[in-house]
C-alpha cells in the first residue's frame, strides 16, 4: 500500500463549477499537509500549507484536514478554465535530523471547460 | 525576491554518460530537495542537504549523488545514465525547520 493515495483522474467539470480534490494516506506520523499546482512542464507550485485538522480557506481555495480519517481534500470554487493542471498533495513528518521527510501523491489532472 | 533556479532548462544525454544538474535556492532558504518526476507520476524523493551534508536519502541507487556549497546553491550529479532516468528533476528548498518547500521549474533530462 503506497503512503499517499491520489486519484490520477482526469476530472473534467465545467466552468464555474466546484471542484473537490481528495487524497487519502495510511502513515499517522504525518502532521503537515499541503496542496501543489502543477501546469504541464513546470514545477510544483505551493497553494495551500496546513497543520490541524479542519478547514483553511484562501481565495476560491479550501483545503480540509481529517487526521482521524486520514483525508484531506482541496475543494476550488467558482473553477476557472486556468485552474486547468495537475493537483499534487503533499504530506510531510519531522525527521531526527531537524528536518521533513515530504511524500507526494501522483496528481490529480483537472480540466476546466470554458 | 529571487524564486528558485534550476539549469539547464532541457538536457538530452546518451545511455552511460553523466550529468549535472544545479539549483539555486529561494533567497533566504537554506535547505535544498532534490525530486525525479516521471512523466504522469508524483515527485519522487532524491535527496536533501543542508549543512552542505546529506540528511536524508530517498530509495535511489548511489549513481545519484549530490553537493551542496556554501551560498547554499547545489548540484545533483547521475553517473552511467539509463533510459529509465529520464524524467523532469526537480529541485525544492526550504528552511531548515520550516515546512514549506518551493519549487523550481525543473530540468527536463532526456537519455537516448
Known amino acids: 500500500q503506497k503512503e499517499v493515495e491520489q486519484d490520477p483522474g482526469p476530472l473534467s467539470v465545467p466552468e464555474g463549477a466546484i471542484v473537490s480534490l481528495n487524497c487519502t494516506y495510511s502513515?499517522?506520523?504525518?502532521?503537515?499537509f499541503m496542496w501543489y499546482r502543477q501546469y504541464s512542464r513546470k514545477g510544483p507550485e505551493l497553494l495551500m500549507y496546513?497543520?490541524?485538522?479542519g478547514n483553511k480557506e484562501d481565495g476560491r481555495f479550501t483545503a480540509q484536514v481529517d487526521k482521524s480519517s486520514k483525508y484531506i481534500s482541496l475543494f476550488i470554487r467558482d473553477s476557472q478554465p486556468s485552474d486547468s493542471a495537475t493537483y499534487l498533495c503533499a504530506m510531510s513528518t519531522p525527521t531526527t535530523s531537524g528536518t521533513y521527510k515530504y511524500i507526494f501523491g501522483t496528481g490529480t489532472r483537472l480540466k476546466v471547460l470554458a | 525576491d529571487a524564486g528558485v533556479t534550476q539549469s539547464p532548462t532541457h538536457l538530452i544525454k546518451t545511455r552511460g554518460q553523466q550529468v549535472t544538474l544545479r539549483c539555486s535556492p529561494k533567497?533566504?532558504?537554506?535547505?535544498v530537495s532534490w525530486y525525479q518526476q516521471a512523466l504522469g507520476q508524483g515527485p519522487q524523493f532524491i535527496f536533501q542537504?543542508?549543512?552542505?551534508?546529506?540528511?536524508q536519502r530517498g530509495n535511489f541507487p548511489d549513481r545519484f549523488s549530490g553537493h551542496q556549497f556554501p551560498n547554499y546553491s547545489s548540484e545533483l550529479n547521475v553517473n552511467a545514465l539509463l533510459l529509465g532516468d529520464s524524467a523532469l528533476y526537480l529541485c525544492a528548498s526550504s528552511l531548515r525547520g520550516g515546512n514549506e518547500q518551493y519549487f523550481g521549474p525543473g530540468t527536463r533530462l532526456t537519455v537516448t
Open positions: 496546513t497543520y490541524s485538522s
Open positions: 533567497s533566504g532558504h537554506d535547505t
Open positions: 542537504y543542508y549543512e552542505e551534508e546529506e540528511r
Open positions: 502513515n499517522s506520523a504525518f502532521q503537515y
